[in-house]
């Protein structure tokens, strides 16, 4: 494991899912849902201020979906215009930059 800052975390730290994640926004897609990909405003400012736009977010899907859930779970992964990737576990209450190798 890595040392990091608590609001950071390694790409090799992170679940295969959220690795697996961020390797689909490099490429481009093809993303599982629908809404992925959408814009994020960071209405509360929990992310670094830009303008809107600049951050996008895809659906880190679980292993092991929840049998009978209708939504897409809490965990998302944000990316930035300029390369930077966060995750939040909880739907957008914190998130961790997530350090590319």
């Known amino acids: 494991m890595t040392t990091l800052g608590a609001d950071q975390v390694a790409y090799a730290d992170l679940p295969a899912q959220a690795r697996h994640t961020i390797d689909l926004i490099q490429a481009g897609g093809p993303y599982p849902y ?35 859930a209708t939504t897409r779970g809490t965990r998302r992964m ?24």
């Open 34 to 68: 629908s809404r992925d990909g959408i814009v994020y405003e960071n209405r509360s400012g929990a992310l670094p201020r830009h303008t809107s736009g600049y951050f996008h977010e895809c659906t880190v899907v679980d292993a092991l979906p929840t049998p009978g």
């Open 78 to 101: 944000m990316s930035g215009q300029s390369g930077e990737r966060y995750d939040t576990g909880d739907h957008y209450a914190t998130f961790r930059l997530v350090v590319l190798p």
